[in-house]
């Protein structure tokens, strides 16, 4: 299932610029010293993106044509495809491709984004305005209610995906409404900024939207007439600048903004869970660990216990029979009292049942001890699996 939308591109190199690298300064320019990208996936009809704006730009001159290409966003849903599936990656680009060819007999380059503040997997299609066919201009699948929507619907039943019950517009997002307005201008610079820090994780709020504004630079105003409005220096005069967050794109507006807050919410959250559960199953390892250590102890205590309480007895034994002997000896030979073995053996067991039952209340008392830990572990193992199992995903939008 996908949503999907059109505007005219004048600039290829800032349409793909974007798609490839993004809009935050700092972020492109690490991509370009690393040679690293933001595509997911990426799939081009010509030998390379750049091979591909330096056709657009001369085609255009060639002809006279303001438009150098057309940019279509196509947006799939989490619910059919996840932005995790390395295979589901492929396959919407594989989508992406074959939507281009469906519309139009022209160069194409597909990028598939798996990075947007909302969290869902997205293609940016680009196809060159001229028709390799005919050699003018493109004229079909230009607009979304000029046949855009019918093709990418019947592309969907084609190929086995969902396809919207009710068909809507899909709303601009800012990768296309940045198009209406001038590269380096007030507005394109400051929507730049605003998605940037939309798509900052720490987002998740207005008052953690405010801070990383302010750290673009970007101040954010609410009234009762205007709604959300964004105020900036401007470069060319000095002076501060705004705009209504309507006029840039619904994304950067309240309500826009929320479903954003909300994606970027549920992800802290997941994360914090996953560490407290990170957390639970190391603590309920060293118990276990814990645990097998104390009953190999008290086994070896045991062992040696017994071991002692043999030798003990064999003393006691040897012991009694020398008293014995001695005795008899001392008067050589002649009758004496007699000795009462009975009571001597008597005595012995006593002793030993004694020693044992010392020992039987030591292992009691390791017992209970050991029984307690298993208890607080089987107590951590469940809310453990508690967790795991309340967890739950969502998603918001963005570009």
């Given at each position: 299932m996908s949503t999907v939308n059109v505007k005219p591109?004048?600039?290829?190199?800032?349409?793909?610029?974007?798609?490839?690298y993004g809009n935050d300064k700092d972020k492109r320019t690490e991509h370009v010293q690393t040679g690293t990208d933001r595509a997911a996936a990426m799939s081009c009809s010509v030998e390379s993106p750049w091979a591909f704006v330096a056709r657009a730009e001369a085609l255009a001159r060639a002809h006279g044509r303001k438009n150098e290409l057309y940019s279509y966003t196509q947006?799939?849903?989490?619910?059919?495809?996840?932005?995790?599936?390395?295979?589901?990656?492929?396959?919407?680009?594989?989508l992406g491709v074959k939507l281009a060819e469906r519309m139009h007999s022209a160069d194409?380059?597909?990028?598939t984004h798996a990075d947007s503040a909302g969290g869902h997997l997205h293609n940016h299609?680009?196809?060159?305005n001229h028709d390799n066919l005919t050699g003018k201009s493109l004229q079909r699948n230009t607009s979304w209610k000029n046949g855009l929507r019918q093709a990418n619907d019947e592309l969907m039943q084609d190929e086995g995906c969902q396809v919207l019950p009710s068909p809507e517009q899909a709303k601009p997002d800012w990768s296309q409404r940045r198009e209406d307005f001038a590269s380096g201008g007030f507005e394109r610079i400051l929507g730049?900024?605003?998605?940037?820090?939309?798509?900052?994780?720490r987002s998740v709020d207005r008052a953690g939207f405010t801070e990383v504004l302010d750290e673009h630079g970007v101040a954010l105003a609410e009234t009762q007439r205007d709604g959300w409005t964004y105020k900036m220096r401007r470069a060319d005069n000095g002076k501060l600048g705004r705009k209504k967050a309507t006029g840039l794109t619904p994304e950067f507006t309240a309500e826009g903004a929320q479903q954003i807050f909300e994606f970027h919410e549920n992800n802290r959250q997941k994360e914090q869970s996953n560490e407290h559960s990170r957390r639970d199953e190391e603590r309920a390892a060293g118990d276990r660990a814990e645990l097998d250590g104390v009953e190999s102890v008290g086994a070896y205590e045991r062992r040696r216990?017994?071991?002692?309480?043999?030798?003990d007895e064999g003393r006691e034994r040897t012991e009694v029979v020398?008293?014995?002997?001695?005795?008899?000896?001392?008067?050589g030979g002649a009758e004496g009292p007699a000795v009462d073995l009975a009571a001597v053996r008597q005595q012995v067991v006593a002793d030993r049942e004694r020693r044992e039952q010392t020992e039987r209340d030591r292992e009691h008392a390791q017992s209970v001890?050991?029984?307690?830990?298993?208890?607080?572990?089987?107590?951590?193992?469940?809310?453990?699996?508690?967790?795991?199992?309340?967890?739950s995903s969502s998603y918001g939008l963005g570009d």
């Amino acid at each position: 299932m996908s949503t999907v939308n059109v505007k005219p591109s004048r600039s290829a190199s800032d349409s793909v610029g974007y798609a490839l690298y993004g809009n935050d300064k700092d972020k492109r320019t690490e991509h370009v010293q690393t040679g690293t990208d933001r595509a997911a996936a990426m799939s081009c009809s010509v030998e390379s993106p750049w091979a591909f704006v330096a056709r657009a730009e001369a085609l255009a001159r060639a002809h006279g044509r303001k438009n150098e290409l057309y940019s279509y966003t196509q947006n799939f849903s989490p619910d059919e495809f996840g932005k995790n599936d390395r295979g589901h990656v492929q396959r919407v680009n594989e989508l992406g491709v074959k939507l281009a060819e469906r519309m139009h007999s022209a160069d194409h380059l597909v990028v598939t984004h798996a990075d947007s503040a909302g969290g869902h997997l997205h293609n940016h299609i680009y196809v060159i305005n001229h028709d390799n066919l005919t050699g003018k201009s493109l004229q079909r699948n230009t607009s979304w209610k000029n046949g855009l929507r019918q093709a990418n619907d019947e592309l969907m039943q084609d190929e086995g995906c969902q396809v919207l019950p009710s068909p809507e517009q899909a709303k601009p997002d800012w990768s296309q409404r940045r198009e209406d307005f001038a590269s380096g201008g007030f507005e394109r610079i400051l929507g730049d900024k605003v998605a940037a820090s939309l798509r900052d994780k720490r987002s998740v709020d207005r008052a953690g939207f405010t801070e990383v504004l302010d750290e673009h630079g970007v101040a954010l105003a609410e009234t009762q007439r205007d709604g959300w409005t964004y105020k900036m220096r401007r470069a060319d005069n000095g002076k501060l600048g705004r705009k209504k967050a309507t006029g840039l794109t619904p994304e950067f507006t309240a309500e826009g903004a929320q479903q954003i807050f909300e994606f970027h919410e549920n992800n802290r959250q997941k994360e914090q869970s996953n560490e407290h559960s990170r957390r639970d199953e190391e603590r309920a390892a060293g118990d276990r660990a814990e645990l097998d250590g104390v009953e190999s102890v008290g086994a070896y205590e045991r062992r040696r216990h017994r071991s002692g309480q043999q030798a003990d007895e064999g003393r006691e034994r040897t012991e009694v029979v020398s008293a014995i002997r001695d005795r008899g000896n001392r008067q050589g030979g002649a009758e004496g009292p007699a000795v009462d073995l009975a009571a001597v053996r008597q005595q012995v067991v006593a002793d030993r049942e004694r020693r044992e039952q010392t020992e039987r209340d030591r292992e009691h008392a390791q017992s209970v001890r050991a029984e307690s830990r298993r208890e607080a572990a089987a107590e951590r193992l469940a809310e453990l699996d508690r967790r795991s199992a309340n967890e739950s995903s969502s998603y918001g939008l963005g570009d």
